[in-house]
Nanobody, 121 residues
Framework: QVQLVESGGGLVQAGGSLRLSCVASGGTFSGYAMGWFRQAPGKEREFVAVIGSLGGYTYYGDSVKGRFTISRDIAKNTLYLQMNSLKPEDTAVYYC??????????????WGQGTQVTVYS
């Protein structure tokens, strides 16, 4: 069973940047559209960004457009999220998962441990 392992989170001042990574262990996520989701305390998990299986298609949630960039290295089986101009409202645990395009909902029921991003003003 493929396990997704997120990393790269941390504590950053507003306006700063972070780069998240997601690696698949025990398998590969090639052939899947992959994306990032986040969950803030007391809130539901929300869609952040998606990238197509070959990397040519990307789509972002309204709250991160123009600030975040999703990418993937197919050879390394790794997904990235470059986060710039971070805001306190970006504070959340960030998760990766395969994404069903169109609905932008997660494809797999199981989740990794996520990586905590905390932005302070």
């Amino acid at each position: 069973q493929v396990q997704l392992v997120e990393s790269g989170g941390g504590l950053v001042q507003a306006g700063g940047s972070l780069r998240l990574s997601c690696v698949a262990s025990g398998g590969t996520f090639s052939g899947y559209a992959m994306g990032w989701f986040r969950q803030a305390p007391g809130k539901e998990r929300e869609f952040v960004a998606v990238i197509g299986s070959l990397g040519g298609y990307t789509y972002y949630g309204d709250s991160v457009k123009g600030r975040f960039t999703i990418s993937r290295d197919i050879a390394k089986n790794t997904l990235y999220l470059q986060m710039n101009s971070l805001k306190p409202e970006d504070t959340a645990v960030y998760y990766c998962n395969a994404v069903i395009l169109g609905n932008y909902i997660p494809q797999f029921d199981s989740w990794g441990q996520g990586t905590q991003v905390t932005v302070y003003s």
